[in-house]
DNA sequence: ATAGGGTTAG
């Protein structure tokens, strides 16, 4: 009978209410909860079987014995019961426990608050605070930290005054642990002052003992930028631990300070993996990989076993240079070593396999992930995006929703542009209309620059302007580059000056708007109008974006930027593209100088076109792998017109297959062509 | 007689 009570929490809250009040009237007088020597015998006997499963096929064997012995009634049995299956991650399987226990009470509520809170199931821990204050519980010093953990996870910035108007009432604002959960709390809702107020008024801060208070501070002024503070925390604390040290390392990573970071982890006494995992996922973040992937196998090296946020930031180095090689040794590393394929690392595979140009692998990757989320998802769907597969994205969305995942507007961002990519212009309007009708989303502007290149990359430049000028928002500049790609691909000189000149409104200072204004003179030869944007540029003195190429060769990452010479075989590489060019003007390949506009100062020392950060890479590819080889660059740009011209040719001539990862999709050259149909 | 807080990631 106690078995089939079941409360369903979310779905109306006076109706348990109401069935707790009857219940507790009827049934009251049949708890089992014994007090009796021989109850506590098995009671505690219960527990250590409890504590020793492993598994929770385990827990539900003893619950089985459990129910049999008629304790499922019995807080501290319960309370254990919670805890040991939260931890096997069965969240479920607690929730269901808690709510087969009749009169829950607060032992019972801490445990099934934490378990949500530990389980990322942070509102609903939320409301069973709100439930155990009906019902009139108190809440505790053991209940307030998940509680306060949950809300800044969730961003709660309404609910931080009433649960510290709550905790204040209760009698528990100076609890140490209780203290540090509210620092904690108001570091994750970016507010430093409170957190300032909250730490200044704890009177034990300055004892031993108080160093996490200190540290969460340290983590908040970190985050918030202020470095200044951090530091000057980080000195006055009465003592320090690796965390400490690590929260700093951390703070001045983010503000891109390497050399203090570096200075540090060099000076701390005791690194831990999380000190090596900062100082790696740092390098990554701020444009290093290389050096990334250095502190990977260094810390390999020195007998320091990296987690699992180690390899996702190891392999999201891999990403951002498409470092094929390193990236599979990591996954061999992984798959060897007792790392499960989870949510996490399967995501980081995919994402890796897919930039770095192995589509297959990463849809392999993807299927033997069985945990997947909406992110999980969206890198798939993305990817298949950039590599101009609609089908499979338009699949893979339609699986993911079948599944009951609820698409937001990054992923309906990934349909649109697996759309554009295809010139499925009616099939990216239902998605666009379907994302704001049927799933409620708000279009951003990235979504109206999706279908002004849809309607683009179809030659539709009516639409595309007619759209831009009936969106509820201002358009900005990235909006008016996509028509301005469109024009220039379809060669409609006059709407390209228009957006233009937008352009050049609304980003005077931003190179890509010269580079768009010459690149549309140079498409119809008008040499004068090119030359006069160039000296504009110049006088205005507008900063170039720096250009670099990344080739992997046998395991290591070779980087290059326009004009460079400072390979060790820079003469073999300029020689190949001499050869290269040569071979391709007797198949009728003609400088597109329009392009030069990419790295104008380059073409003052060097001769610009001639030495692009992506040929460089191109030629020191063919002369340092194999015949045969696919050949796979990544640009942190968008690939130059008369590169991407280069390419073509250089797969036809040299028989292999050149896979080009741009800064907006990939490219793969085989036998003369472009997956990109010359439109990106 | 039940029990707990911070640092790293996409």
Known sequence: MFRNVGWSFLKNKSTILQNHNHIAKNFYSISTENHSHGGFQLQSHFISLIHACKTTQQLKQVHSQILLHNLSQNSWVITQFISTSSSFKSINYSISIFQH?????????NAIIRALSDNTQFQNSISHLVLMLRLNLKPDRQTFPFVLK??????????AGALHAQIAILGVEFDSFVRVSLVDMYVKLEMLDLTLRVFHETPERNKL?????????????????DLGQASELFEAMPERNTASWNSLINGFMRIRDLE????LFFRMPEKNVVSWTTMLAGFSQNG???????????MLEEGVRPNDHTVVSALSACTRVGALEAGVWIHNYVSSNGFRLNREIGTALVDMYAKCGKIESASRVFCETKEKNLLTWSVMIWCWAIHGCSEQALQC????????????????????????????????LIFFNSMRFDHLIEPTVKHYTCLVDLFGWAGRLEEALS????????????????LFCACRAHKNIKMAELASEKIQQLEPRHIGSYIFLSNIYAAVGRWEDVERVRLTMKNRGVEKDPGWSYIEVEGQVHSFVAGDRGHKRSEDIY????????????????????????NIEEEEKEDALGSHSEKLALAFGLISTPPGMAIRIVKNLRVCGDCHSMMKYASKMSNREIILRDIKRFHHFKDGACTCMDYW
């Open 288 to 298: 290093d990989p290389e050096r990334a992937l250095a502190m990977f196998h260094r």
């Open 150 to 159: 949950s809300a800044g996870a969730l961003f709660a910035g309404g609910l």
């Open 397 to 428: 969305f339609e699986r993911m929703k079948s599944t009951g995942i609820k698409p937001d507007e990054v992923v309906v961002l990934a349909i649109l542009t697996a759309c554009s990519h295809s010139g499925l212009v009616d099939q990216g």
């Open 209 to 225: 003992g108080s160093i996490l208070l200190w540290n969460v501070l340290i983590n908040g002024c970190s985050r918030a930028g």
């Open 101 to 109: 226990f009749l009169h829950p009470n607060s032992f019972v509520f």
């Open 575 to 598: 020689l190949k593209l001499e050869e290269l060019v040569l071979g391709a003007r007797e198949q009728g390949y003609m400088p597109d100088t329009g392009w030069v506009l990419h």
């Open 260 to 263: 203090r970071a570096m200075e």
């Open 467 to 482: 759209f831009i000028e009936s969106m509820p928002i201002k358009p900005d500049f990235v909006i008016w580059g996509a």
